[in-house]
């Protein structure tokens, strides 16, 4: 009959620190493979409005901005040429998701357009008179070879209390690169997002205005 070989007992103690030493492990197997830190780049709000943007006697509330899966990452994405599917520069990230950063900065658009002096998010505990709505539809680049820097917005302005919108729109702008290089996709990207932005303000300034008048 063959003898069994006798059971070792390892002391818990030893168990735990083998425990607690494999996710070390596997994060450092995984670092030495991910490259490079992605470089973080941020953008900005339009400093110039119409010189004839009404001024605004009323309430505005922003909603959260929602965008597409794909895009609402920090990653920078770009459209790759079968249109299908989308890639991600892996050199660069925004500093936070893309739904989040176009939010803060449409919010920051408003109150340096200095037309409306009661603006502010869903969390500020205003009433509103207006609520207005976005959707990040696009916010890529698109192209081979060169890069041409797509940014389009849906925006719906409802009506408070009763909740009647007030009109919809859509924005939408085409910036080309200076060349396929990081800082000058960038930098298309800005100058877009920019002309959405500026375009936004300014029609819901001049709705919500029309429509309060209105009554």
Same mark, same amino acid.
């Given at each position: 009959?063959?003898?069994?070989?006798? /059971?070792?007992?390892?002391?818990?103690?030893?168990?735990?620190?083998? %425990?607690? @030493?494999?996710?070390?492990?596997?994060?450092?197997?995984?670092?030495? +493979?991910?490259?490079? =830190?992605?470089?973080?780049?941020?953008?900005?709000?339009?400093?110039?409005?119409? &010189? !004839?943007?009404? #001024? &605004?006697?009323?309430?505005?509330?922003? !909603?959260?901005?929602?965008?597409?899966?794909?895009? !609402? =990452?920090?990653?920078?994405?770009?459209?790759?040429?079968?249109?299908?599917?989308?890639?991600?520069?892996?050199? &660069?990230?925004?500093?936070?998701?893309? @739904?989040?950063?176009?939010?803060?900065?449409?919010?920051? $658009?408003?109150?340096? $357009?200095?037309?409306?002096?009661?603006?502010? !998010?869903?969390?500020?505990?205003?009433?509103?008179?207006?609520?207005?709505?976005?959707?990040? /539809?696009?916010?890529?680049?698109?192209?081979?070879? $060169?890069? =041409?820097?797509? +940014?389009?917005?849906?925006?719906?302005?409802?009506?408070?209390? /009763?909740?009647?919108?007030?009109? @919809?729109?859509? *924005?939408?702008?085409?910036?080309? %690169? %200076?060349?396929?290089?990081?800082?000058?996709?960038?930098? @298309? *990207?800005?100058?877009?997002?920019? #002309?959405?932005? %500026?375009?936004?303000? =300014?029609?819901?300034? +001049?709705?919500?205005?029309?429509?309060?008048?209105?009554?």
């Amino acid at each position: 009959m063959t003898v069994p070989p006798p /059971r070792v007992r390892v002391p818990r103690r030893r168990l735990l620190v083998l %425990a607690g @030493a494999l996710p070390l492990m596997t994060t450092g197997c995984l670092g030495l +493979v991910s490259g490079p =830190t992605p470089r973080r780049f941020r953008l900005g709000n339009p400093a110039q409005f119409p &010189a !004839d943007l009404p #001024r &605004a006697d009323w309430t505005l509330e922003i !909603d959260q901005t929602v965008a597409e899966p794909g895009i !609402d =990452t920090t990653r920078v994405a770009h459209l790759a040429s079968n249109g299908l599917e989308l890639q991600y520069y892996p050199e &660069a990230e925004w500093p936070s998701t893309a @739904a989040d950063m176009v939010n803060k900065l449409l919010i920051q $658009s408003f109150v340096d $357009s200095g037309k409306i002096p009661r603006v502010g !998010d869903r969390n500020s505990g205003m009433r509103p008179d207006f609520t207005l709505k976005t959707v990040l /539809r696009d916010f890529q680049a698109e192209g081979a070879g $060169s890069s =041409t820097i797509k +940014v389009v917005v849906t925006a719906s302005l409802i009506q408070m209390p /009763r909740r009647v919108q007030a009109g @919809a729109e859509r *924005f939408q702008s085409m910036t080309p %690169a %200076a060349s396929i290089g990081i800082e000058d996709v960038v930098r @298309a *990207f800005d100058k877009g997002l920019d #002309r959405v932005l %500026a375009d936004l303000v =300014t029609w819901t300034l +001049v709705t919500g205005a029309a429509r309060a008048a209105a009554g």
